[in-house]
């Protein structure tokens, strides 16, 4: 297209092109300079100032690269920068009030340079035509807390100020401060890494220099960082130590019922006396609360609440209240590392950390004599193989962080709180061969919020808070969300749910709660997406029914649609729903409140509604007595492509068992189907209902908690399978002690009920969740 010969700006032709028609410069509100071939050396700085009232500027159609250095127009609200050659946008910082900006069509920009408008620029909501309110705000405000948080790690782990501060030993210090955290610092996809860089640079020199005013109250060495607008040298500090200057502007309440809040600085303290708290009521009673009927208040899945950015910097007060180490008498900021003290000692290397049979409580050996009279169920000794990287010898777990973060109201003397439901986030491959932090993320549910944890370093990353609600269960899924020409974007997004029968859909990375839909008419009690399609979803409810629906075309603008593909009909409450490892689209396992049942779920059949296939017993069902059924399977998980862990109430061990070998013996007719049992592990013979069981396929680990905060840990190997003779229990290869947590000036916490367990695949971590509002951190030592 035909562009006109370049002119020159002159005050004659900014007044023909602006409107409304005026004989002053600053009376013009809207310019049209598109399309005139300029370049940036063509727009006269000095004149262009003139124009003070200035609030629509179209500069599109020309050949500039950068907008003029010192251009000042204080009522600019719209800028039209398309179809230009623009290679430099950190020039766009000096228009600080725009709030709609158009850089479409311009060949050198990138991705990295549009999340640098978007930070640059505090006021711009509108970016190419679309709204990016929600985006916005995590760039500028959620993103910036994580970074800021980790170039923090990186000062305090290598780093101090020089003795004296002097222009040149601060410069060296800076230097060498900028690259580590450029070099060590890794944060979200690798397309943005130039963005990333560009951040960390910038608040590493905010925070240095930060530590000089602390020093020499207010320094001697010019500050050239940028700052935000009319911010005092304080008020800089204080936000670059993560205080509470820092709030997010898009607190949101969705329908007078559900409201994202940010975390009060002053609420999140550290533990302080309390009253004694009473045993919590168990999971069987937490249905008598559920609602019966759907909920009219239920919003639109395009209404978007905010989740909570609680990532600081280690040592804030904005961190969630945790147990304090009282061994410890470190500085608020060192000592925010060490979260508990483990009164109880450890074996020290060289002394075996197992325990056997003869360690553990007489009871235990009373269930293992009472196992050998069940010896009629069919059993197999040798033939199905774990197929798992096996450990040469058992790994050493040590306890890290013990978190109290889902507390009513925030409040730090909330011991009664249950914790449900807790999963490791999907690595997802870089271009690098490695993963994107996926592994040392986890999600966990209980009352009404859902956290998101750093394993490593114990923050809390994100939190999601639903007044009312009481959440169950959340499982976590990789999708593609579609972008334009075509191509998608995988994204981890987390589906959460409840007492109330709504599906909550998050997408933490962007701080973003896009949507929600109502599943059942009662509580969720389970979730699980499908390994093989992404988009589907199963929900078990408390109408004994689970659903599969189908999630699909997320797009980037978070538009989704809602897809009920079959209903499975239970009996009874599902409480454990496993597929198979091999072909997870063809059989659920569900393990109810009344047995263990196998659904077909192949969705080429015509049938939406169905019964089970066949229901799998096991050998405990014949202890059945007037008080027991031993039939509520509270345990259930693949170990291997074939090998099943489940257990039962009251059951006092945990059997291993083959799926293949389970269904080979299924005539066809009958719907009860003995379990080949392979093996069976010694537990608790505790009666408390539904502690969780959890794998770690990869390294051939059963993990249980048990009533009194205690891990068993089994480690499976091929030569005890072939080695286990019918009627024998096999020990646990070490029972982990409760760590025994220290609460300030009021001795240690006794161990709770272990509600749910979960472990990363390699193994570096594991996740336990109380029934008294603590979820413990346990590391692998020597990883």
């Not at 935000?228 to 670059?240: F, H, Q, S, V």
């Not at 389970?662 to 093996?679: D, Y």
Request: glycine residues 6%; aromatic residues 6%.
């Amino acid at each position: 297209m035909y562009i006109r010969a370049m002119e020159k700006i002159t005050e004659k032709i900014l007044l023909e092109k602006s409107s409304p028609k005026t004989n002053k410069l600053e009376q013009i509100k809207i310019l049209n300079l598109s399309r005139m071939g300029l370049k940036s050396e063509d727009l006269p700085v000095p004149l262009l100032s003139k124009l003070c009232s200035l609030e629509q500027l179209d500069l599109s159609g020309n050949l500039l690269q950068e907008i003029p250095k010192g251009l000042c127009l204080p009522s600019l609200k719209i800028l039209n920068c398309s179809n230009n050659d623009m290679e430099d946008v950190v020039s766009l910082e000096a228009l600080r009030n725009i709030e709609e900006l158009r850089l479409e069509d311009n060949l050198y920009l990138t991705v990295n340079d549009e999340h640098k408008v978007i930070f640059l620029l505090p006021k711009l909501r509108m970016f190419n035509g679309k709204d990016i309110s929600s985006t916005a705000h995590h760039i500028r405000h959620g993103s910036t807390e994580i970074l800021r948080k980790r170039v923090i790690g990186v000062w305090e782990r290598s780093f101090g100020l020089p003795d004296p501060i002097t222009a040149q030993s601060l410069a060296a210090v800076e230097k060498r401060f900028v690259v580590a955290a450029c070099t060590q610092i890794k944060y979200g996809p690798n397309s943005l890494s130039e963005y990333t860089k560009w951040r960390v640079e910038m608040i590493a020199k905010e925070y240095l220099k930060s530590l000089t005013f602390s020093e020499e109250e207010g320094g001697k060495i010019t500050d050239t960082t940028p700052t935000k607008e009319n911010e005092t040298p304080a008020e800089r500090r204080t936000r670059d130590l993560g205080g509470n200057s820092i709030v997010s502007p898009q607190k949101r309440i969705r329908n007078n019922s559900e409201v994202v809040t940010e975390a009060s600085p002053r609420k999140s303290s550290r533990l302080a006396s309390a009253a004694p708290v009473e045993a919590s009521p168990r999971k069987s009673k937490r249905v008598t609360s559920t609602p019966q009927k759907t909920d009219p208040m239920m919003s639109s899945p395009r209404k978007h609440a905010r989740m909570t950015n609680v990532g600081t910097p280690e040592g804030s007060p904005r961190k969630s209240s945790r147990l304090e180490n009282a061994s410890k008498t470190e500085s608020p900021r060192r000592a925010a590392k060490s979260v508990i003290s483990t009164p109880t000692s450890r074996p020290a290397k060289g002394e075996s950390p197992r325990k056997t049979a003869k360690d553990q409580t007489t009871s235990q050996q009373s269930k293992q004599k009472t196992a050998k009279t069940e010896n009629n169920t069919p059993r197999k000794t040798a033939g199905a193989k774990l197929k798992v990287t096996q450990l040469q010898e058992p790994v050493s777990l040590q306890p890290l962080h013990v978190l109290q973060c889902h507390s009513r109201q925030d409040s730090p003397d909330d011991f009664s709180t249950q914790l449900w439901a807790c999963a490791f986030e999907p690595p997802q491959e870089c271009s690098d061969g490695g993963i994107s932090g996926g592994s040392r993320t986890v999600a966990t549910c209980g009352g009404e919020t859902l956290c998101v944890i750093d394993c490593e370093s114990g923050h809390v990353l994100k939190k999601y808070k639903v007044p009312g609600e009481e959440f169950f269960s959340l499982a976590w899924s990789t999708v593609l969300m579609s972008r334009t020409g075509g191509s998608g974007r995988p994204c981890n997004i987390l589906a959460a749910g409840g007492k109330r029968g709504l599906v909550k859909l998050i997408h933490p990375r962007v701080n973003l709660a896009f949507g929600e839909f109502h599943a059942s008419r009662r509580a969720i009690s389970i979730m699980r997406f499908s390994p093989r399609n992404a988009s589907f979803l199963f929900t078990g409810t408390y109408e004994n029914k689970i659903f599969l629906w189908d999630i699909s075309g997320l797009d980037r603008d978070y538009n989704f649609k809602i897809s009920k593909l079959l209903v499975l009909e239970t009996g009874s409450t599902p409480l454990h729903l496993s597929l198979l490892p091999t072909s997870p689209d063809t059989h659920l396992l569900s393990g109810c409140d009344d047995g263990l049942y196998v659904f077909d779920i192949q969705i080429s059949k015509n049938t939406q509604k169905r019964n089970e296939e066949m229901e799998i017993v096991f050998p405990v069902y014949k202890k059945k007595d007037k008080k027991n059924t031993y039939r509520t399977i509270d345990g259930l998980s693949f170990l291997s492509d074939d090998i099943v862990a489940s257990k039962s109430h009251m059951q006092g061990s945990i059997y291993l068992w083959s799926w293949s070998a389970t269904r080979a013996s299924w005539n066809g007719r009958k719907k009860e189907v003995p379990a080949v049992v392979l093996a069976e592990l010694q537990w608790s013979s505790t009666d408390i209902p539904y502690l969780s069981l959890g794998t770690c396929p990869g390294y051939g680990y059963v993990v249980c908690g048990d009533e009194q905060g205690r891990l068993w840990m089994y480690h499976i190997t091929d030569t005890m399978m072939e080695n286990f003779k019918s009627g024998k229990t096999i020990s646990a290869t070490e029972v982990l002690e409760w760590p025994s947590p220290v609460r300030a000036g009021k001795g240690a916490l006794e161990g709770p009920s272990i509600n749910g367990i979960a472990m990363d695949p390699d193994l570096h971590y594991l996740v336990a969740l109380t029934d008294k509002n603590m979820a413990v951190v346990w590391k692998r030592e020597g990883r």
